[in-house]
Structures are given as C-alpha cells and as structure tokens.
C-alpha cells in the first residue's frame, strides 16, 4: 500500500489528483506547422496557415485533455502586428499565450555569434530583438522570456572562450534589467547544434553560472534533447530544484541527437525519473517556479495527435511517480536496502495508471480516451477541407 494509492481498489488518493489537477503542459505554436529534418520537410493536410490557425488546434488539445492552457510564441516566427488582438484571440479559443520564444538562429548577421558576438554593434542588434519580445510579453501578459542562444563556435582557436561568456553575461544583463517585476527570464542549455567544437551555453552549469549573476528571476531551462548520451538528467533536475533555479522545461525525447520526438516514446522510464525528481523536489507543489511545455516537432506524425499524446505520457509518468511510497522509500534508503528501495520506484514506474487516468477524466467531464475523442471528432477533417488553399506554416513560419 502507497500513500497515494489503494492498491487494492486501484484508485488515486485524493492528494495525487489534487497534484494531477493543478498539471499544466504549455504547447509549442512551432509544432503544429509543417517539420522535417534537413534532407526533407513533409506537409500535412489541415497544417495550419496563420498563427491563429495554429493556436486553433492547441485548442484542441487543452479541449480534449484539460491539460495544455498555454500557447508558447517564437518571435519572429509568430510575429503579428496586434499580440493584444492574438491575446484575445487566443482566450475566445479557450487557451492564453505563454513563453516567448526569441530567435537569434536564423539572421546571417549571428553567424559568428548574437548576444555574443565581438563586433558590438551585432550585440546591440540581438539585444534588442530580446527587448523586443519583451515588448510582445508585455502586450500578451507573458511570464517567461526563453533564451536559447545558437551562439558557438566550430574549430579550436575560432573564438576567445572567456571573452564570449563575458559579452554574454553582458547581454543578459542589459535584457534582464528589461523585464518587469513579474517577468522572468529562463536560459536554456544544449550542449551542440548548431555548432559543434563549443557552444556558448553548452551545459546547466554555465546556464545556472549566468542566471545567479542575473537575478532572483532568471532561471534554467531544461530541454530534455540537449545533453550527451547517458547523461543523467533527472540528477540535473534535482540538483537545480535544489538549487531554486530550475524555471522550466522543454519535453521531448530523443533517440540520437536533439530528435523533437515526442516526449516518452523513446524512454518512458527516463521521463519517469525526470518527474519523480520534480515530485520530490517540489516541482508540482502549489505556487511552483516551475513552468512545463513541450518543444517539439511532428515531422511525419499528425500534430495535433501528436500533441495529445505527448500532454498525455507527461500526465501518465506523473501520475506514476506520484504512486512512489516516500515512507517506504525513505525507510528503505535509511536502511541501506538497495533492492527494497529499487522495488518501491520500480512499483510505482510498473502501475498502469490509464484506467484511473480515465476515470478522472470522465469524472471531469473530458472524454476518457482523448486520442481515440480527436480521431471521431472530425476536427481532422474539417481543418483539411478548410485550409486546402494557402501556404502551410513550416517549422519555422
Ligand atoms: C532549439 C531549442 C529551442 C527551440 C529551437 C527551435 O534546439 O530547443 O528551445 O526554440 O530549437
Ligand atoms: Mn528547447
Ligand atoms: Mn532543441
């Protein structure tokens, strides 16, 4: 018997969907335009044309789960001349806009770095594209201002490692002192791509070296596509938690580099350690820092379904992790029974939740299956007939 749950009943505790309830999987607007990879982009029928298409079918997936509110922006990507007017767009679909994504990744004049770059001018010029977004957060009530820098370098001997931190931390200085009291700044890390001998900010220790020299509100971003294999990411979500300097993630899984697969499909098991460290770390409490979206791509899957099973394998692991017995864990821990502590985690990672999940879906008025509800709700259909004319959104459009 866990704290949580009944295991002779099967049921969730009142305290777990409490947790459950308060879950929020903010969507990216990137991953309902058209993806690929290098060699190929696929296109979809129904893919969205507009912005507002895209937030349209977000909608669909916060609709059919409850667990997807937000809507993430990448600037200039999602640039429109009104974000008031999307804002309420937006609310009339039952859904706000979240994260503000900027971009420095594709503007040949970053080729040798933006927030980093030796020629000051260029600095400038991507500082103030960051002071431009958060004009846009202004204007959409955004939070989170996410900053994920293609700066690096290709060859040994291309650039001063040391000077390239120091314009950075300069940079961010000038942004952060941008943002307004409720604003915050999360800096994401990835350790290559686009460049491939350094990358500016390659890890969360020179992520979490940056935002302490910031502020109170700057904090990491955990993409979980952007480390080496074999790293142990739950071991970072723990240690930034613990730290109070974990702001958000990026969800996605991966099976050889930085894929924007969808989360959960390539290592459910990993996604389950990932939230477990969340849950014991308080990432789930009531008035959490911690933010969760999804940054992915659906290069030859449908988005929409796409999206709704990655809200829900987020949804399942949680519930899964919030099955561990933490009394029986810590007794065991405290005993030194290696194998009666495995058990207990691995007990809770063997619970099949869906039949409870479904239950409380049901009890909420969702449909207990949203997946096969989006395949029968001809939604799929419509947006095909619809937006048969006009130029389909790419990943980066
Ligand atoms: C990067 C990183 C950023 C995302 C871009 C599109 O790898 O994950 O978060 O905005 O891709
Ligand atoms: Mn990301
Ligand atoms: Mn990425």
């Known amino acids: 018997m866990n704290q949580f749950n009944d295991q002779e009943s099967g049921v969730f505790d009142d305290a777990l969907l409490t947790t ?60 429109v001349d009104d974000f008031g007017k999307l804002a309420a767009f937006a609310d009339d679909q039952g859904v706000r806009l979240g994260t503000i994504n900027s971009n420095t990744f594709q503007d040949d004049d970053y080729k040798f770095g933006s927030l980093t770059h030796v020629d000051p001018a260029i600095r400038r010029k991507a500082v103030d594209h960051h002071l431009r977004c958060i004009e846009v957060m202004d204007a959409t009530g955004s939070r989170d201002l996410k900053i994920w820098l293609p700066d690096g370098t290709n060859y040994p001997g291309q650039g001063d490692l040391r000077g390239r931190q120091d314009r950075l931390a300069e940079s961010l200085r000038t942004i952060y002192d941008r943002l307004g009291p409720d604003q915050r700044l999360v800096l994401e890390y990835k350790i290559f791509e686009p460049f491939f001998y350094t990358m500016d900010v390659p890890d969360w220790g020179t992520a979490f070296a940056h935002v302490t020299a910031l502020g109170e509100r700057a904090l990491v971003c955990l993409d979980t596509g952007h480390h080496a294999p074999s790293t142990n990411i739950e071991f970072i979500v723990a240690q930034l938690l613990r730290l109070g300097k974990l702001g958000s993630f990026d969800f996605n899984s991966r099976f050889y580099a930085d894929d924007d697969l969808i989360v959960g499909a390539a290592d459910p098991f990993q996604l389950f350690r990932i939230l477990a460290e969340v849950v014991r770390g308080g990432g789930l409490d009531d008035g959490s820092p911690v933010a969760f979206m999804l940054d992915q791509c659906h290069n030859i899957e449908d988005k929409i379904p796409g999206q709704i099973r990655s809200v829900l394998n987020v949804q399942e692991m949680t519930a899964r992790a919030l099955l561990i017995d933490t009394e029986s864990l810590r007794a065991a821990q405290d005993a030194g029974d290696v194998l009666a502590a495995n058990a207990v985690y691995m007990d809770a990672f063997y619970t099949d939740v869906r039949p409870a999940l479904g239950d409380w879906r049901e009890s909420r008025g969702l449909p207990r299956d949203p997946m096969a509800a989006y395949a029968t709700s001809g939604y799929a259909e419509l947006i095909a007939a619809e937006r048969a004319g006009g130029v389909q959104a790419g990943w980066g459009a």
């Not at 459950?20 to 982009?41: D, M, Y």
């Open 20 to 79: 459950l309830g308060r879950q929020a999987i903010e969507l990216p607007s990137w991953a309902f335009g058209n993806a690929g990879t290098r060699f190929k982009v696929y296109g979809t029928p129904g893919t969205p044309r507009t912005i507002q298409e895209k937030i349209a079918d977000a909608a669909q997936v916060h609709r059919l789960t409850g667990l997807a509110p937000s809507v993430a922006l990448h600037i200039p990507w999602d640039l």
